[in-house]
């Protein structure tokens, strides 16, 4: 999906649709040699200003190579250069993500009386562990369910680990598996936390994060998931 893919309301998505795959399927011999378009985004200097070009609202030969290096980075598609809706949605989220500091619970959401907890906000695609109001680890990022297998909100509890588990429904590897939800569970991926659009419905994490997580959590312990990720 990527690029093609919806962030935000009906209109931006359909302007992310559609002027990609123009672009790409009326691309001139040059910028289809290179995969890379000469058309301005209508996000082009936002998606300047993330990577740090000069931001002027044009689309030159660098800026292009630098967007593309970065949607082919996070898998968005297609990763032709262009400053479109999802590209610049993926970099507003990680500026929001970044803003949020060593403060995930600032606004108080994720339960404060229920000892160790895990918390997920989907809004922010962030989670964290944490004991009262003491930060255990993270924030750290996460990839939760796209548009029709969002991940489900509410309180939970872990009751089933398996580090070496296998999806028997996608036939998947799905390291350090946490189970909380029905087939819902806390697991790493090789894939970025920005691929869009999604998982399944389980909270991806980098080996890194689900390694920590496995060692800090067990069985029987909370998990909150709160918000709406973006683009469900």
């Known amino acids: 999906m990527g690029d093609i893919r919806r962030w935000g309301t009906a209109t931006v998505a359909i302007a992310g649709l559609v002027a990609p795959l123009t672009l790409a399927l009326g691309a001139s011999p040059a910028q289809a040699a290179s995969n890379c378009t000469t058309q301005r985004g209508p996000y082009q200097k936002q998606v300047e200003k993330f990577l740090g070009r000069p931001v002027d609202g044009k689309q030159s030969a660098a800026d292009c190579k630098a967007i593309k290096a970065f949607q082919t980075k996070h898998g968005i598609t297609p990763n032709i250069g262009y400053a479109g809706s999802v590209t610049w949605g993926v970099m507003n989220l990680m500026n929001k993500q ?120 067990r069985n029987g312990d909370d998990v909150f998931v709160y918000g709406r990720k973006p683009g469900t």
């Open 98 to 217: 970044k803003a949020v500091g060593n403060k995930p619970n600032k606004s108080g959401k994720c339960p404060v009386n229920k000892g160790r907890i895990a918390c997920v906000d989907l809004t922010l695609q962030i989670s964290w562990i944490q004991d009262g109001r003491n930060l255990v680890y993270g924030p750290v990022p996460v990839r939760t369910g796209r548009n029709g297998y969002e991940t489900r909100t509410g309180l939970k509890k872990i009751y089933w680990r398996h580090i070496d588990h296998v999806s028997t429904i996608y036939n998947v590897p799905m390291p350090y598996s946490q189970f909380f939800d029905g087939g819902q569970a806390f697991h790493s991926v090789g894939v970025s936390m920005w691929n869009p659009p999604g998982s399944h419905g389980c909270v991806n994490m980098t080996k890194t994060a689900a390694k920590k997580y496995w060692s800090l959590l």
